[in-house]
């Protein structure tokens, strides 16, 4: 796991789990790396914000039959529902709630963001609606929705997580996750009452499955400050 402390005052923190068959410290180099459309990155928006970047661990694959860092085991990216039965999420799920509730114990769960790309999404948004709480946010990069009929079961009339805050966002070009996968994931959200704020991005991007340059870091941006994090100045729109 990988931690950046806030540089002054500890007012919230960002859980964000990075992608199968990477590591904690190779995404959060990378993730620190985005800019925005001043050149800033995350990190100089928000002093106040502890970075927690989990590592999932070794997997064996299946498919591959070897060992690979991920959140559980899969088929393929293409077809991310097929063979959905072997794909076992719950230790996943459950490192992150514990994860969650260390944070909360420092700060309120009020005071988490949590978030993912690709399979860290998929398995970040059933950690936070199996955890039945409402968290401060919850941002979504280039993903998709697992066991979609598990989701169809929530109660929406006592789990507190459908009222988190939620942010998606989604290259039209992601040569990984298709975009149609993304748009799958915001409507199942939208189906148990949850309002996820969408963004979606033209074509033409260097990198389409990861953080769009520099509009997806503005709207990260700008949701963090949206959802009550403190921002170095403001952020840009």
């Given at each position: 796991m990988e931690t950046f402390s806030p540089r002054g005052e500890h007012t919230h923190t960002v859980i964000f789990l990075h992608g199968r068959d990477s590591t904690a410290k190779e995404f959060a180099e990378e993730f620190f790396e985005s800019q925005a459309s001043g050149e800033e990155t995350l990190l100089d928006f928000f002093p106040s914000v502890k970075w927690v970047f989990p590592s999932a661990g070794l997997l064996n694959s299946a498919r591959f039959g070897c060992e690979l860092s991920q959140w559980f085991d899969m088929h393929n990216t293409e077809k991310p529902h097929e063979q959905e039965d072997d794909q076992h999420l719950l230790p996943s799920m459950k490192r992150i709630q514990d994860i969650i509730a260390q944070e909360a114990a420092l700060i309120g769960h009020d005071k988490i963001i949590l978030g993912g790309i690709s399979q860290g999404c998929a398995v970040a948004i059933h950690a936070l609606l199996s955890g039945h709480r409402q968290l401060g946010g919850f941002i979504g990069l280039c993903s998709w929705l697992p066991k979609r009929e598990d989701i169809k079961r929530i109660d929406r009339t006592t789990n507190q997580a459908i009222k988190t805050p939620l942010l998606l966002c989604h290259s039209?070009?992601?040569?990984?996750?298709?975009?149609?996968?993304?748009?799958?994931?915001?409507?199942?959200?939208?189906?148990?009452?949850?309002?996820?704020?969408?963004?979606?991005?033209?074509?033409?991007?260097?990198?389409?499955?990861?953080?769009?340059?520099?509009?997806?870091?503005?709207?990260?941006?700008?949701?963090?400050?949206?959802?009550?994090?403190?921002?170095?100045?403001?952020?840009?729109?």
């Open positions: 039209q070009d992601d040569d990984v996750i298709n975009v149609t996968f993304g748009i799958e994931l915001r409507d199942s959200l939208k189906s148990i009452g949850m309002k996820p704020r969408w963004c979606e991005y033209a074509p033409g991007a260097e990198m389409p499955h990861w953080v769009n340059e520099p509009q997806g870091v503005d709207d990260m941006v700008a949701f963090l400050g949206d959802v009550g994090v403190p921002a170095k100045r403001k952020p840009p729109r």
